[in-house]
């Protein structure tokens, strides 16, 4: 069976990089799914869960912002952030939720406004995923 090169980098570091048999993508319009031979795409990616099939299982990674570049045999991903499901740490990222809601509840000015919001959505799509796939 043909197989997709997934790879998927932060400003970071490279995140994954491996061999898969299908992955879905959160898309601006609604997921998207990704199998060998796709017709070529490039294309923005929101704040969701990326669904990676390889071997038969499904592996789940919380993805914020970015780009993806679609080719017949590689997904390329840019995002600001990248974290597989089970790295999660659903403490953590309810303790920053709580900071960024409180943040946002201050008058601050636009930057540190979308800063806080840029990080309440990284921390909400982080509880989401852990909370919906390992509990």
């Known amino acids: 069976m043909a197989t997709l090169k997934l790879e998927i980098a932060t400003p970071e ?4 990089s ?9 898309g601006l319009e609604g997921e998207m799914g990704i199998f060998p031979m796709h017709i070529p795409l490039m294309t923005q990616i929101t704040h969701g869960e990326i669904v990676v099939r390889k071997g038969g299982q499904d592996h789940f990674l919380a993805v914020g912002e970015g780009f993806v570049e679609i080719t017949g045999e590689r997904v390329a991903i840019l995002t600001d952030m990248a974290i597989r499901a089970a790295d999660i740490d659903e403490a953590r990222a309810e303790e920053a939720r709580k900071k960024a809601e409180a943040r946002i509840a201050q008058k601050l000015g636009d930057e540190e406004t979308a800063m806080a919001q840029a990080s309440l959505m990284h921390s909400l799509t982080q509880l989401n995923l852990k909370r919906r796939h390992h509990r």
């Open 18 to 26: 491996e061999e898969v048999d299908m992955v879905t993508l959160p």
């Open 13 to 16: 570091a490279r995140i994954y």
